[in-house]
């Protein structure tokens, strides 16, 4: 994949006041010049990318882009605009500064090779099993003692009711869970350092420390080691990548959140506005920045990649992400009415995810949470309620933490770590967002779910045409695929037709079609994008026709005869086939002779080879040069396309007396062949030829001096030869 700007769900334009403060994890050095990553030390690294990202107690992180090979981390920039995906294998060019690799601002600065194994494009069947190694190790001067125990860290993963993999199987919908082995604590030979800029040396030493240890047989490897308070972060993980390094808390929580990054999550942040100076939901001025006790980017307390001081499932937004919501859990909102959202701890078939489009992208995600289960029963308990929140990218730039924003509907100002704790809309409340139109009203809500009154602003824009539509055909299916449309507000799905008819509607951009096409024949697909209005954009077009993979039948009544001429007339009739027939090919014994356009041809050179027949076939081929089984004619005698006559011809007198019969002697070249003798005006005597043409005849010459051999063939070919008495 060439290089490219980061591409969000949905980009937004917001008169929200931005207040970001990038941090870095570790000290790179700025990008110097205008071409940063050209010159003549450029080289090209080959690895996983992830984003190293470290959770610190204070409520604040930091991360860094990252090529990883192994336990090999090589920090990485980039020019501004550069997105990356998230445990992609990639291919990167530029330079290496200060133990940097800085990228290139060119096409082939960055390549994608495959795709992030986290990845998931829809909901699975069975839960795909995290494969989990639990490596835990101490320093010089500490002792396993300050490790927790083998056995509790297995029941912290595995087998308590709140266990890890408790926790990811109830809030998947039990499409994810977690399984892990747990390694006996080993003894580091290195010591601890101020910083803990040596984690990926500790890891390593503890891989190497555990024979038993496969690391390739693993999804995630957790490093746990005793509490090192100078290192100032609880946890470390690649965003995409397989690694966690946790620094004393070794706490479900803790873990949930840290391979939540493994599986692609950023943080669950919390929105902060106000409205002429007031705090409010919504207003003229909206944050999440960390200049408040660095909380807003973790501020959500109902998502694990939040501030879960207690544990509860994740957002319907992470989960949407995550891709564990099937389609009819997701509703899109493009016009105004009433909605009813079911709770989101259980997937019912209901609709338990409302998406609103704001004006110019980006969306509100709204969901209804109740104390269902058993980590949203854990107590404090959890009132219900409806839960607006906003993607990260209409507030941040995507350097930010989050990619969740939840809206406190309920602020006091205080930017304290329980502000967002009351953020659920209460019965009658209206959030508004005067800017975009939208307003979201909770009508009524109780066991099944909540009722809510909400407000679209009118769009009768269409989106545009879908961009890069192509198919692609393979056997009897077509497979359509095009890049996604753009809107004012956003596109909820995609209408294909083909020939004109509607054969399909679906928010994704592929379609594929099995047994669509019939061999040899054109069809034209379109493909319109639909907005959250309805209104249908102008289609794209693309024309296809299926191989044509149907051979024609054989030709009807092919005949060969010969003439006495002794040339070869064959005939036929026309082949059928599901698309035309456009040549034939004669074959002699097998051996092609002529490509024919019309029912006959003429051999005027047959070869009658050796054998005792010769047989004429014919092939009929269609338009791609199918050719179809050959229809014989009735085989020749290959004596018919000789020429006749007698060789090896002998004639010799029975006795040396001058009026003793004579012995005549020869082949002829078609035993079928009428053969005849006689002397002079005599009557004719056959032949008598053998079935291989020979013959041997007694005749009395009575003084003549001259014998006549008479041959006369089926196509009424004649041959006399003169025969002189000796």
């Known amino acids: 994949m060439l290089i490219t700007k980061r591409l969000f769900t949905h980009v937004a ?39 190293l990202h470290a959770d610190s107690r204070d409520h604040g992180s930091t991360r860094q882009w990252m090529l990883r090979n192994g336990l090999n981390y090589t920090p990485v920039r980039a020019p501004a605009g550069v997105w990356i995906e998230p445990g992609a294998r990639v291919r990167l060019e530029g330079t290496m500064q200060d133990g940097a690799l800085v990228l290139g601002d060119t096409i082939s600065a960055v390549r994608q090779l ?44 595995n087998t308590d009711t709140t266990s890890l993999k408790a926790y990811y199987l109830e809030q998947t919908y039990n499409q994810v869970t977690f399984n892990a082995d747990v ?38 490897i957790v490093y746990v080691f005793p509490d090192q308070t100078a290192c100032g972060w609880a946890g470390l993980a690649d965003v995409g990548g397989p690694h966690v390094w946790i620094n004393g808390s070794f706490l479900v929580a803790v873990l949930a959140h840290e391979l939540g990054h493994n599986l692609g999550l950023y943080h669950a942040g919390g929105l902060t506005c106000t409205s002429s100076g007031a705090p409010a939901p919504m207003g003229d001025s909206c944050s999440i920045d960390r200049l408040h006790y660095q909380l807003p980017q973790y501020a959500d307390p109902f998502d694990a990649m939040g501030n879960a001081s207690v544990l509860r499932q994740m957002s319907m937004e992470h989960k949407l992400t995550l891709g564990l919501l099937p389609a009819t859990a997701v509703q899109t909102v493009g016009v105004s009415g009433n909605y009813h959202l079911a709770p989101m701890e259980t997937l019912t078939g209901s609709v338990e995810l409302l998406r609103l489009p704001k004006a110019g992208g980006g969306s509100y995600f709204v969901e209804y949470r109740r104390a269902v289960g058993v980590f949203d029963s854990q107590a404090p308990a959890l009132s219900p309620g409806v839960l607006i929140r906003t993607e990260s990218p209409d507030i941040v730039s995507y350097f930010s933490d989050s990619d969740t924003a939840l809206i406190d509907m309920h602020p006091d100002g205080s930017f304290s770590s329980n502000q967002w704790r009351d953020a659920a809309m209460s019965v009658g409340q209206v959030f508004n967002d005067a800017l975009r139109g939208i307003t979201v009203q909770t009508t009524s809500q109780d066991a099944n779910g909540a009722t809510l009154a909400i407000t679209m602003p009118i769009d009768t824009q269409p989106p545009s045409r879908p961009p890069r539509l192509s198919a692609v055909i393979s056997g009897a299916s077509v497979a ?125 050179a047959p070869q009658p080879g050796s054998g005792a027949s010769v047989t004429y076939s014919v092939v009929a081929f269609d338009v791609v040069g199918n050719a179809g089984p050959p229809a ?25 007396a001058r009026h003793s019969p004579v012995r005549i002697q020869g082949i002829v070249s078609d035993a079928r062949a009428v053969c005849r003798l006689r002397v002079a005006g005599s009557p004719w005597r056959s032949c008598k030829t053998r079935p291989n043409g020979s013959f041997s005849t007694t005749l009395p010459v009575r003084g003549a001096k001259i014998i006549t051999l008479s041959l006369r063939d089926e196509l009424g070919r004649v041959k006399r030869q003169a025969l002189r008495v000796p």
């Open 632 to 656: 014989l004619a009735k085989p020749l005698r290959a004596a018919l396309l000789r020429k006749l006559r007698a060789t090896h011809l002998k004639v010799s007198r029975l006795k040396q």
């Open 183 to 220: 390694f006996t604590p080993v003894q580091l030979s290195q010591s601890s350092d101020p910083h803990c800029d040596n984690f990926e040396d500790w890891a390593a030493e503890a891989e190497s420390l555990n024979p038993g240890l496969d690391p390739s047989q693993y999804k995630h």
């Open 114 to 157: 495959s795709r992030s194994p986290n990845t998931r494009s829809a909901t699975s069947a069975a839960p795909p099993i995290q494969t989990t190694a639990v490596v835990m190790f101490y320093f010089p001067g500490e002792s396993p003692s300050d490790l927790p125990p083998t056995s509790s860290v297995a029941a912290t993963m």
């Open 480 to 604: 359509l695929q095009w890049s996604p449309a753009t809107d004012d507000y956003a596109v909820a799905s995609y209408v294909v037709t083909r020939d004109g008819a509607q054969v399909g509607a679906m928010p994704a951009t592929t379609m594929t079609f099995g047994d669509s096409i019939a061999p040899g024949v054109t069809a034209t697909y379109g493909v319109s994008a639909v907005d959250t209005a309805g209104n249908v954009g102008p289609a794209a077009t693309v024309a296809v026709t299926s191989p044509d993979i149907l051979a024609p039948g054989a030709p009807q009544n092919v005949t060969a005869k010969v003439s006495r001429d002794g040339q070869v007339h064959i005939a036929w009739g026309a082949a059928t086939d599901n698309v035309g027939v456009t040549s034939y090919r004669v074959l002699r014994n097998g051996t092609g002779i002529v490509q024919a356009n019309v029912g006959a041809f003429v051999d005027k």
């Open 13 to 51: 334009s917001v008169a929200c006041a931005l207040g970001v403060a990038i941090l870095a994890l570790l000290a790179i050095p700025p990008l110097s010049g205008a071409n940063p990553g050209t010159g003549p030390q450029l080289v090209q690294r080959t690895g996983q990318f992830v984003i």
